[in-house]
């Protein structure tokens, strides 16, 4: 089964986030990675542009197919990271570490917390693989 770090907030959608002062940090979870199995190219567009929540942050392709990566919270891109886009291997083996997405700042820090915890994201993962 995999890990969900219990200070992470979660998405309905497997992006997490963490907050860090004014800044979110987004990726996507371990049970996203798994699912798309052999990653090919990752887009997660430019830094500067304003975000919705639940709006198309970026897209990862795998071999099996094209899924969108969705904004968790409303804000601005701030950052790319682009050890990612370079090479997906970060994302597959470290997908809470060197594996984060993008920095955002959030329009509101505080719509973070109504995020899923790392226990409601678990049953939802566990109660959508049977």
Do not use: C
Request: glycine fraction near 8%.
């Amino acid at each position: 089964m995999a890990n969900y770090p219990a200070d992470l907030r979660y998405t309905e959608s497997h992006e997490w986030v963490s907050l860090n002062g004014d800044l979110a940090t987004i990726g996507l979870t371990a049970f996203a990675v798994e699912q798309l199995t052999d990653l090919i190219v990752i887009d997660l567009g430019k830094p500067g542009r304003k975000v919705t929540a639940g709006g198309r942050l970026g897209e990862v392709e795998s071999v099996k197919s094209v899924n969108d990566i969705y904004a968790p919270v409303a804000g601005e891109v701030v950052e790319i990271n682009a050890a990612v886009v370079a090479d997906l291997e970060l994302l597959s083996n470290d997908p809470y570490g060197n594996g984060w997405l993008v920095k955002i700042k959030p329009d509101d820090s505080a719509a973070v917390s109504g995020l899923l915890s790392a226990s409601e994201y678990q049953a939802k993962v566990e109660s959508e693989s049977h």
